[in-house]
């Protein structure tokens, strides 16, 4: 079993940027695929950023150039750096761990959910 317990949103004005963390414990997840999938009021879920176990990174086209995915291993943590945030960021953001080679979206470990509002 694995744990991921997210932290760091909260509310930011647009253009501002925001630090998001998560934790991994249990069963061990160092070739997994981590990330972020995020779900706006009244949307679906929808992928944000992922990180492979060989450091590759990946996002969606609505946060390319904006937020940055890192991991560190001491800590067996991910984080998402979250800058210009705009008001359509605003969602609720799970952290994930996938199988690599797996999409995150379906990802079978989440975690609670953080939210971050961004306003205008």
């Known amino acids: 079993q694995v744990q991921l317990v997210e932290s760091g949103g909260g509310l930011v004005q647009a253009g501002g940027s925001l630090r998001l963390s998560c934790a991994a414990s249990?069963?061990?997840?160092?070739?997994?695929?981590m990330g972020w999938c995020r779900q706006a009021p009244g949307k679906e879920r929808e992928f944000v950023a992922a990180i492979r176990w060989t450091g590759s990174t990946y996002y969606a086209d609505s946060v390319r150039g904006r937020f940055t995915i890192s991991r560190d291993n001491a800590k067996n943590t991910v984080y998402l750096q979250m800058n210009s945030l705009k008001p359509e960021d605003t969602a609720v953001y799970y952290c994930a761990a996938a199988i690599d080679g797996v999409p995150l979206i379906q990802a079978n470990y989440w975690g609670q959910g953080t939210q971050v509002t961004v306003s205008s």
């Open positions: 249990g069963r061990t997840v160092s070739r997994y695929a």
